[in-house]
């Protein structure tokens, strides 16, 4: 696993760029393409990240961005990738819940909750649970069997593919939060709430206006 | 059924997780080093002629700037030195540099290349921007291991931990690898002070952060990934622990102070006594530390030697300290380099000091004016004879103003 794991890394790292072209592509030009076009498409762009490009650059596009990325949790490569290439809901419609609220509302308080200490706060480090915590692992079992539970079973697949490969040290970490977290979910996972919000209020701004008594 | 199917799948990852996690080590005590007793030892040594500290410097490689120096013992009782030289700290040409010094005739060998920035980040596959700070450890295998850092973006607070190995004690070294060691795109985690070694066989690694937090951990290392790590500080105030280890449980860590005007600037201390897996702060060593590095050891026949600057702030004054014992004072026992007299343009930076001991020698390194690196070997019962004369000195003293 060892002799392929800079390959792998750079092999997602490449196929998450490629992938983010084609929601773009999908995005700006309000096209919606099939399913195994996005799968072709973003595997075509894939190769522009993952091969060296020989012009000025000592390394292939996909090594400067995990440069200053690192490797992504395995989360956000499976929600990006099954999202963006495999769901058959129209990725131009934003108001389309590929993700359950619930489970971006936890992913911003568990991020919230587990960065400050992880970075410094105080003596406790929530992220050395990562090593080699059973509780931990319940923990995060039980969460995935909630999602299930709560009719999002591709949370509870994603999140499961995530212990598996954190316990066949798939990635370079061999912590468990790598699998699971990173700042750039919790980026898209806040965002996505802020926009729910929003979203929201305008509806019942407009409802009130509907419906106001007169 | 999809429901069911995905709870299943579910139930296999968590038991290949449990797996997992019933293969990992338990926490093991530290390889504490086996302490002579001083009276057996001053009986021996009032035989013995003291050798006077000898001092040269490490093979210059034409670099405009050297610094973050480093020692380990090879096998055959020669040195290796680890340093990182380009035209300016944090420069895209800096490399990491590597010579040995033969303890017969007393010299340095020729200086090689052990790793350049291009050649990391093509092993690494990512973009690395500069490296810096190599430290050098003895695997449980044998093979030597050497710890470095690089910076993909931004400056030192952006930096990672890498490793690579030797087997042929650091002729030729295997690819680098990364060592993971933080959450958020695992920025900011740097080395600087020696490895210690756990009784299993893996190795302690101090190690340090200073983005938004500035403090200690201590990584436990099997091979070339972390397996756990333990906070020895937090906040924004000390940062490159040197641990020294008294027992199999216990062991005191010492820092660099980074604090803010208005505290006090003297070396920060945390203390374990469970082998590092929980570590307390302590009152301050009541030496001065202008936000430098400082190195040390704890010597077979008990006495601590710490080497720092011991100034409020600059780095123009480097001295040696040393304590017998954990009850008495660290007293001065040589003052290496001193440019306080000379006017503030004038003054030079003696820093980032380095020193190892094997057997009855102590070998320090550290950056001279950023333009060479001075090599000083000690023999540990002139070391010994230095103290017990401080000792003397600050007694007689102490009687003089009764």
Redesign the interface.
């Known amino acids: 696993m060892k002799n392929f794991m800079q390959t792998i890394a750079l092999l997602e790292m490449a196929l998450t760029c490629g992938t983010l072209l084609v929601w773009l592509l999908q995005r700006n030009f309000e096209t919606q393409i099939s399913v195994a076009a996005r799968i072709i498409l973003a595997l075509l762009l894939a190769n522009l990240f993952y091969w060296p490009l020989d012009m000025f650059m000592e390394l292939p596009l996909a090594a400067y961005i995990r440069g200053v990325t690192g490797d992504l949790s395995m989360v956000s490569l499976l929600l990006l990738w099954s999202s963006v290439l495999l769901d058959r809901i129209d990725p131009r419609n934003t108001e389309a819940h590929f993700v359950p609220m619930g489970f971006k509302v936890a992913i911003v308080i568990i991020a919230f909750s587990f960065y400050p200490f992880a970075l410094g706060l105080g003596m406790l480090d929530p992220y050395g649970w990562g090593y080699a915590s059973v509780g931990f692992l319940i923990a995060v079992s039980i969460f995935a069997a909630i999602l299930a539970i709560g009719n999002w079973s591709k949370g509870t697949f994603i999140i499961a593919l995530a212990i598996l490969a954190w316990s066949i040290h798939w990635h370079e970490s061999a912590n468990l939060w790598d699998y699971l977290l990173d700042p750039f979910l919790m980026l898209w996972a806040l965002l996505a709430c802020i926009s729910s919000v929003r979203r929201k209020r305008r509806e019942r701004l407009q409802s009130g206006f509907l419906f106001r008594a007169g | 059924m ?2 069911v ?3 299943c ?2 139930l ?3 038991v ?6 019933d293969s ?1 080590p338990a926490w093991a005590p530290f390889q504490a080093q086996e302490v002579v007793s001083t009276e057996s030892e001053s009986s021996h040594n009032a035989k013995v002629a003291l050798i006077q500290p000898k001092s040269d410097w490490l093979p210059d490689t034409g670099a405009a700037s050297v610094h973050a120096a480093s020692l380990i013992s090879l096998k055959d009782e020669s040195l290796r030195a680890f340093w990182f030289a380009g035209s300016r700290e944090g420069a895209a040409d800096v490399v990491i540099n590597s010579a040995v010094f033969n303890p017969h005739t007393n010299t340095w060998g020729e200086p090689t290349v052990v790793i350049d920035r ?1 050649t990391a ?8 921007a500069k490296l810096g700070n190599p430290v050098p450890a003895r695997a449980a295998d044998g093979r030597l291991q050497l710890f470095f850092v690089t910076v ?2 931004g400056g030192w607070a952006g930096s990672s931990i890498s490793t690579m190995s030797s087997s042929d004690e650091g002729l030729t070294w295997s690819k680098p ?4 060691t ?6 900011s985690t740097l080395v600087k002070t020696p490895a210690i070694p756990f009784a299993d066989s893996r190795l302690g690694l101090p190690a340090y ?1 200073e ?5 200690g ?1 201590l990584l436990r290392i099997d091979g070339d ?7 020895m500080s ?3 105030s000390a940062i490159q622990p040197l641990v020294l280890v008294d027992a199999p449980e216990k062991a005191q860590a010492y820092f660099r102070q980074t604090r803010g005007s208005s505290k006090p600037h003297q070396i920060p201390v945390s203390e374990t006594q469970n082998a590092g897996q ?2 307390q702060a302590q009152a301050d060593l009541p030496i001065a530390n202008p936000n430098a590095a400082i190195t040390g050891v704890l010597l077979s026949n008990g006495l601590r030697i710490l080497v720092a600057n011991d100034l409020e702030s600059g780095r123009s004054r480097l001295v040696m300290l040393a304590k017998d014992n954990l009850d008495t004072q660290w007293q001065t026992i040589d003052v290496l380099e001193d440019d306080e007299a000379l006017a503030p343009e004038q003054r030079r930076e003696f820093s980032y000091p380095y020193m190892i001991a094997d057997g009855t020698q102590v070998d320090l390194v550290y950056t001279w004016d950023r333009k060479k690196i001075r090599h000083i070997r000690f023999d540990s019962n002139w070391i010994k004879q230095a103290c017990s004369n401080a000792q003397a000195k600050t007694v007689s003293s102490e009687e003089g103003k009764q």
Not at chain 2, 177 to 180: F, P, V, Y
Not at chain 2, 225 to 231: A, E, G, L, P
Request: proline share 2%; net charge positive.
């Open positions: 999809i429901r199917v995905a709870l799948f579910l296999l990852a968590t290949l997780g449990f797996l997992h996690l990992h291009i980040e093509k092993s690494l596959s990512r973009y690395i993909s973006i690898q990364r060592l993971i933080s959450p958020f795109t695992n920025l952060h983005w938004i937090g500035k403090f951990e990934q972390v397996i756990d790590k333990r906070r937090s906040g924004r929980s570590w």
